[in-house]
């Protein structure tokens, strides 16, 4: 067995979470920022956005350990990303929601029964191999992928609106907790059923906090949504760089 210290990823926070949801947040309201005042299409967004993904994804490869800028960065333009993917087929192609959602469930259940062929093990506590970043992360982009399209279906397709299908979200979050704390629910399943969860909790969140009131949303608008949540993210990475609070590595 490795070190701690070398696991690629950080350690399950609450910090972690906080985070993880502010980027997905940043992911919906982002693309749609990006999507719209450069007049770039959807499918030139796409292309951009994912060339600085992959960009970012080799300075995470390279990095000896866990670094949370670097983490972190790929995160959100994973949901970034992620998003335009969705968006692409529902917006471009036409392809339902419900078939979308249930397109990514397939993919991602194939990328976790590969993985666990391979690995043995579907658990981020020990994420210090090429092979198992490299799932790690495939296993990340479908998450967001699949998120968006159940987050739009619920919220939008289904019309329950952006805040009440955060609170929906958001309930089944704390439900799996409570499954995990008092009822043994296996720790690994727990994560990833919490992490997919999360996507569309922040989707909605952004959502709300950004689309017209005719709409059901607040309108700040997504510029103002994103640069208040890109700051956040900025200084909850900061705050944990320096202090390590969510690093293997305390050294």
């Known amino acids: 067995m490795k070190p701690s210290y070398l696991n690629k990823v ?3 926070t609450l910090y972690f979470w906080i985070i993880k949801i502010l980027c997905t947040t940043v992911g919906e309201t982002g693309a749609d920022f990006l999507n719209t005042q450069f007049n770039l299409g959807l499918t030139g967004t796409t292309l951009i956005m994912s060339m600085l993904l992959a960009l970012a994804l080799v300075f995470q490869f390279i990095s000896q350990r866990y670094r ?3 983490y972190w960065l790929a995160v959100v333009l994973l949901s970034v990303v992620g998003t335009l993917i969705t968006d692409n087929l529902t917006d471009n192609l036409n392809i339902p929601l419900e078939l979308t959602s249930g397109i990514f469930a397939v993919i991602l259940g194939v990328v976790f029964a590969v993985w666990y062929k391979y690995e043995r093990t579907l658990s981020i506590h020990s994420i210090y191999s090429v092979r198992r970043e490299a799932f790690y992360w495939l296993a990340i982009l479908f998450t967001f992928a699949l998120g968006t399209a ?4 619920i919220a939008e397709a289904f019309g329950i609106g952006y805040l009440l299908s955060a609170l929906i979200f958001a309930c089944i979050i704390a439900l799996v907790y409570v499954a995990f704390r008092y009822f043994k629910l296996n ?15 922040g989707a ?7 689309q017209a009131k005719s709409d059901g949303g607040l309108e700040l608008g ?3 949504t994103s ?6 993210i900025l200084s909850t990475v900061v ?3 320096v202090t390590k609070k969510d690093s293997y590595d305390k050294e």
């Open 239 to 241: 705050y944990l760089t």
């Open 187 to 201: 720790a690994v399943l727990a994560f990833w059923i919490a992490y997919v969860v999360t996507r569309p909790l």
């Open 68 to 70: 949370p800028p670097a």
């Open 10 to 12: 950080p350690e399950i």
């Open 204 to 210: 909605s969140l952004g959502d709300y906090l950004s």
């Open 150 to 153: 159940v987050g739009d279906l």
């Open 227 to 232: 640069v208040l949540f890109l700051v956040a």
């Open 222 to 224: 997504t510029t103002i």
